[in-house]
């Protein structure tokens, strides 16, 4: 038995768990409401305040999602009651970022200045050198900071770019001069 799957989910005051036909499953929560559809073998089942995720034999793809089910929808009430939030780090002589409305701009370097919506349901701030990427779908939320990060990813040599705050760059030494 999955160790993680078979673990039941405390649901917290003020958040509803609704399990609908094919698996279809909408938490909402002080934060706002996340939907997903999860696969039919999955036995899904919410018993006052605890939810619980079964599978129904121990076949190689139903051990695979069960752990996987069980923990996509803990992060779905973390999310409606917390959010979550990922933090960027501008490092580099002139690279800076700003915030206008929905639109981040980041000044990295390039001829030209990269400018990036917000989406649906994400929001970023600029504190200084730091970005904060803030909603309630973790899953979203890491992907819009894995694209800001890809506008400029930090190299090894001198540390520029943007990183993770939590994230350690390799650095490497560079060139030493033959005499």
Not at 45 to 66: C, F, I, M, Q
């Amino acid at each position: 038995m999955s160790r993680i799957g078979r673990m039941p989910i405390a649901i917290p005051a003020g958040v509803t768990v609704d399990v609908a036909e094919n698996n279809e499953v909408t938490v909402k929560g002080p934060k706002g409401e996340l939907k997903r559809v999860f696969a039919k073998e999955m036995e899904i089942k919410v018993a006052g305040a605890e939810a619980t995720v079964s599978r129904p034999n121990d076949d190689k793809r139903n051990k695979s999602l069960h752990g996987l089910t069980r923990t996509l929808l803990n992060n779905m009430i973390i999310g409606v009651t917390n959010g979550f939030t990922k933090e960027l780090e501008v490092n580099g002589v002139g690279y800076r970022a700003s915030k206008a409305g929905n639109v981040l701009t980041l000044n990295l370097g390039y001829s030209h200045p990269v400018e990036m919506t917000d989406p649906e349901g994400i929001e970023s701030k600029v504190e200084g050198n730091k970005i904060i990427v803030t909603g309630i779908d973790k899953e979203r939320v890491g992907q819009y900071a894995a694209q800001i990060r890809d506008k400029r990813r930090p190299e090894p040599y001198k540390g520029k770019g943007i990183k993770y705050v939590e994230e350690t760059i390799r650095r490497k030494v560079g060139k030493t001069g033959k005499k």
